[in-house]
């Protein structure tokens, strides 16, 4: 019950953007960290040093915060998505990708590793934007659906104890 009235009261009937943006930032972020462990497991040499990690994770915040915004995926709500608006999150991935693959080639060592390491990040990126979308869209309908079905019941005295107020109970209770 306290979810709805938090969901009524703070969110409304639309979502903010600015909440969406983050939310698009923190998948994207997230992605790029799960794939830098993942790289971590397969290599001899830590990703997890200095350098490498700060180039990694700087370059790959930055570029989501440039393409999110400049393609504006924030705005889009996967009910009413076309394929024109899923290849934004594929380009938004796919910018990121090259933007990060360039960086971290240029100034590290991780040459051999490096597109393994861009398209696990890419492909995790997209699952990721698509997956927060799908959430979203789910917990927003399962919030609405509660909220919905309580503005819809009706409080309905039954008063009385004879026949028709008994048979009139029974209805509401079967409908």
Excluded at 26 to 51: D, H
Excluded at 70 to 99: D, N, W
Excluded at 112 to 129: E, I, N, R, S, W
Excluded at 160 to 169: H, M, N, Y
Aim: hydrophobic share 55%; net charge positive.
């Amino acid at each position: 019950m306290q979810i709805g009235k938090v969901f009524s009261q703070y969110i409304g009937k639309y979502l903010s953007t600015r909440v969406v943006f983050l939310l698009d930032m923190f998948v994207s972020v997230v992605a790029s960290l799960l794939t830098l462990v993942l790289g971590n497991c397969i290599t001899v040499r830590s990703l997890f040093e200095p350098k490498p990690f700060i180039l990694w994770m700087g370059a790959s915040f930055m570029a989501s915060f440039v393409f999110i915004w400049a393609l504006r995926t924030y705005r889009m709500i996967i009910r009413h998505m076309t394929i024109r608006e899923l290849g934004r999150f594929v380009m938004v991935a796919f910018c990121k990708m090259m933007l990060v693959g360039f960086v971290f080639g240029v100034f590290t060592y991780f040459k051999t590793l490096l597109f393994v390491m861009m398209f696990t990040d890419f492909f995790l990126t997209c699952a990721a934007f698509l997956l927060l979308r799908y959430l979203m869209l789910f917990v927003y309908d399962m919030v609405k659906g509660r909220l919905d079905f309580k503005k819809n019941c009706m409080n309905v005295l039954v008063y009385g104890t004879d026949e028709k107020s008994v048979s009139l109970l029974s209805r509401l209770e079967s409908s």
